[in-house]
């Protein structure tokens, strides 16, 4: 069940408050934001548009924010149903606020705590049954809109159904991945991710590695962020961690856990002289003017606290782990090279898994919770339990053993009765955890689809080629998936799109563009544009292009609903490609946009011609003065704009009444599936090829008249001015007459020619190979 949440309250304007009242607001729920004083809660409200990486999903957003004095607002919190405290982490003060609240609390209402390793239980003591029966802990991840991971605890007294209710509303109006926790402290991912940073710490005194040296062994190498340790530690501040290291001291009765949380001197150190990260201007490392005036990264060293510009380690396992594919591949790779950084990764390895499976029945009931809670809440690319079986259990658990590690009774026993993992799949695509002393089914989730999955079985692989796979999602919807490098949009895609159309037409009730990439599409294979074009092969690239616009028209001409469900970065030809769908369903971390000027170029797979008819068809009458909707299309495209969310896209223009945002990108293509189901049984009616009514020439002068503006203030060069010029005359509608209606074709006939023209310019192909030597070989 999902509780119905109409209006929530914030108790707490700090970091973490805002964060959390800021993503309550994205989600579109009006939400109070009480402090101690109305204007420490107003300053935390009108921070959120300054804060970068950006809380709220566009700044209209921070509207359904009411800022409060605590005092005064009190007796509103009755006429909430989600009260959140995020006060200071004491449990004196968290216990008194929670008495005032139970003093003007109201039956069904729901009273979370925000706090990252405080027990629930004895915060709630001394209050009300009926009180305690709607109390538990919500622990959101900084920051709330970019952290998954939502560790919901129960106290001893929490309705059940409050539990379920907050957990499905967290996983479907706020996008979280949510894991039930046990009241023990700092809960699941804290309690195992502070541990493994304190392994790291006394490693690498032990060893005498640098910081650099243990951060090139513990990010990506390892499957874990960029940020690796020390990166880490600097963003979440060394005091921060020290206190959520203390957490577990304060409460442990294990001895061994209190050596283990102790906090190590040189830590220690740091915070005594207020080294403490990014804050505070340095931690671990700190950011410094060059000579030349650039800004240079400088690295600590512990034994001298001295601080030296940064060097990036290299070794055998370090770049065989660089050149695997795949989290599992680069952690084996790491592992297998039999240098210093495999034996340091290995020593900070298998201390974090022991310790995972000491701490399963304690922190968490399952492997797979522990798992997701690390994924979720430390961005690992694997659990705990995954990085396990990804090394081999059965060889790293003898590895341990010969080394005198103690291995838990239970892992042992797995093994002895022939086990060699703790997840398995059967030949049907059904996943198994370890539970217990037996198997047990992994439950599946409607709303989750995962097209990996799927493709395991080969029969509900439709199609396939080097670039995309047509993939049967069920109830007779498929769905077509990019895979090529980056996902970009080549001739393999484009083949596939257009065979995708003729076997929907004929076998299936519609189809869903969809992919779980890292991104959905970066644009058009670029390196392939510029090789033609520095070729002067100019036929070539007129096919090209001819056979995207052919591609994106059958897609919009198919008999079938399409709806494309995008996610993360879309840009360029991956926005072209989602144009034509009668639906877009939006991730809610979609970075949209039609970015072709960029490298000298206008968008030509449709985009253009498909902001013109957008914009006509908007018009409230045939009279419409269409100007201002022009002008703002053009300043979107020619400035290269990209939404940074999936929301924001409707403020550029890209989102339409019929598309909406999906806020878990775990639901995406399971709510799309449901789109294409919606329309098909509603008696669905294909687009038909439209006029456009378009300003003209008229209007292009007026395009180009901003411009010369631009470019008289010295704000765009000659060759932006020429981009410009091109843009304005296809939105326009190139020489027609204000107001005249033109076919979809003559817009696309008008793309073609102004890209032909761009791409052959010298500085249009300095542009692109400027863009390729950034390392963004594909993006257009």
Request: hydrophobic fraction near 45%; include cysteine; glycine fraction near 10%.
């Amino acid at each position: 069940m999902s509780f119905l949440i109409r209006k929530a309250a914030v108790i707490g304007s700090g970091v973490m408050g805002a964060g959390i009242a800021a993503h309550l607001a994205n989600a579109g729920i009006p939400c109070m934001l009480l402090d101690v004083k109305r204007d420490t809660a107003e300053k935390a409200i009108a921070r959120l548009a300054k804060t970068n990486p950006a809380p709220l999903f566009r700044p209209a957003c921070a509207g359904l924010i009411e800022p409060g004095e605590l005092e005064a607002e009190l007796p509103k919190l009755a006429e909430v149903d989600w009260v959140i405290e995020a006060v200071t982490e004491r449990l004196d003060v968290k216990r008194e606020l929670l008495a005032r609240i139970e003093s003007v609390w109201q039956p069904g209402t729901v009273v979370s705590t925000n706090t990252s390793g405080i027990s629930v239980n004895a915060m709630v003591e001394g209050r009300g049954e009926a009180f305690r029966r709607h109390f538990l802990g919500t622990h959101f991840f900084n920051p709330p809109r970019y952290m998954k991971l939502l560790e919901i605890i129960p106290a001893q007294g929490t309705d059940p159904v409050v539990v379920e209710g907050i957990a499905a509303f967290g996983e479907k109006r706020l996008g979280k991945g949510v894991v039930v926790a046990k009241d023990t402290p700092n809960f699941v991912a804290n309690r195992i991710g502070t541990y493994g940073m304190l392994v790291t710490l006394r490693e690498m005194e032990r060893g005498g590695f640098t910081v650099e040296e243990v951060d090139a062994a513990t990010g990506p190498a390892m499957g874990r962020p960029k940020s690796a340790t020390f990166r880490t530690l600097d963003l979440v501040g060394l005091d921060t961690f020290a206190h959520v290291a203390g957490n577990v001291r304060e409460r442990a009765s294990d001895p061994a856990e209190w050596e283990a949380f102790e906090v190590p001197a040189p830590l220690q150190a740091l915070i005594a002289r207020g080294w403490l990260g990014e804050k505070a201007g340095q931690g671990f490392y700190k950011k410094v003017k060059g000579p030349d005036g650039a800004s240079v990264i400088q690295a600590l060293n512990l034994a001298t606290l001295e601080y030296a510009d940064s060097r990036k380690p290299t070794s055998a396992s370090l770049e065989a782990a660089k050149q695997a594919k795949g989290a599992r591949g680069k952690l084996r790779a790491l592992l297998g090279a039999g240098d210093r950084y495999s034996q340091l990764a290995w020593n900070l390895l298998a201390p974090v898994l022991l310790y995972s499976a000491e701490r399963l029945g304690e922190i968490a009931d399952s492997v797979v919770d522990i798992d997701n809670a690390m994924k979720w809440g430390f961005n690992w690319e694997l659990g705990p339990f995954e990085t396990w079986d990804a090394i081999g259990v059965r060889s790293s658990v003898a590895r341990m053993q010969a080394e005198g590690r103690a291995v838990p009774a239970w892992v042992t026993a797995w093994l002895a009765a022939g086990n060699e993992t703790f997840y398995k799949a059967d030949s049907d695509g059904k996943r198994f955890y370890v539970r217990g002393t037996a198997w047990e089914e992994q439950a599946e989730r409607k709303e989750t689809i995962s097209l990996r999955a799927l493709k395991a079985q080969p029969a509900r692989v439709i199609r396939s080629n080097a670039g995309a796979s047509l993939i049967d999602i069920g109830d007779d919807v498929a769905c077509l998936e990019f895979h090529s490098p980056n996902n970009a949009i080549g001739g393999d895609i484009l083949t596939m799109i257009t065979q995708s159309v003729e076997e929907v037409r004929r076998n299936w009730r519609g189809l869903v563009i969809a992919n779980e990439g890292r991104n959905f599409c970066v644009g058009a294979n670029l390196m392939l544009l510029l090789l033609e074009a520095q070729d002067e092969e100019w036929d070539e690239i007129d096919r090209i292009i001819r056979m995207f616009q052919g591609a994106m028209t059958a897609l919009k001409r198919l008999e079938r609903p399409v709806v494309a469900a995008p996610h993360r970065m879309t840009l360029g030809g991956g926005v072209e490609a989602c144009l034509p769908a009668d639906v877009i369903l939006f991730a809610s971390e979609t970075y949209f946009g039609l970015v072709e000027t960029a490298v000298g170029l206008i968008p030509a797979g449709g985009g253009c011609k498909e902001l013109a008819l957008r914009i006509a068809a908007g018009a409230a009458s045939p009279e419409t003065d269409l100007q201002p909707q022009v002008n703002a299309a053009f300043e979107t495209v020619a400035l290269a704009k990209t939404s940074t969310s999936g929301a924001h896209a409707r403020d550029l223009g890209y989102m339409r009444a019929i598309d909406r945002v999906v806020m878990n990108d775990d639901h995406r293509i399971y709510e799309a599936k449901r789109a294409v189901l919606a329309m098909d049984e509603a008696g669905y009616t294909p687009q038909r090829p439209e006029r456009v009514r378009v300003v003209g020439r008229d209007g292009a002068a007026v395009l180009r008249m901003g411009a010369y503006g631009m470019r008289a203030g010295g704000y765009i060069s000659d060759h932006d001015l020429l981009i410009a010029g091109k843009l304005a005359h296809v939105l326009a509608g190139g020489d027609a007459p204000a107001g005249a209606l033109v076919s979809e074709q003559y817009l696309l006939d008008l793309e073609r020619e102004a890209f032909l023209s761009l791409v052959g310019e010298p500085k249009t192909q300095a542009r692109m190979q400027h863009m390729l030597a950034k390392g963004k070989p594909l993006r257009n």
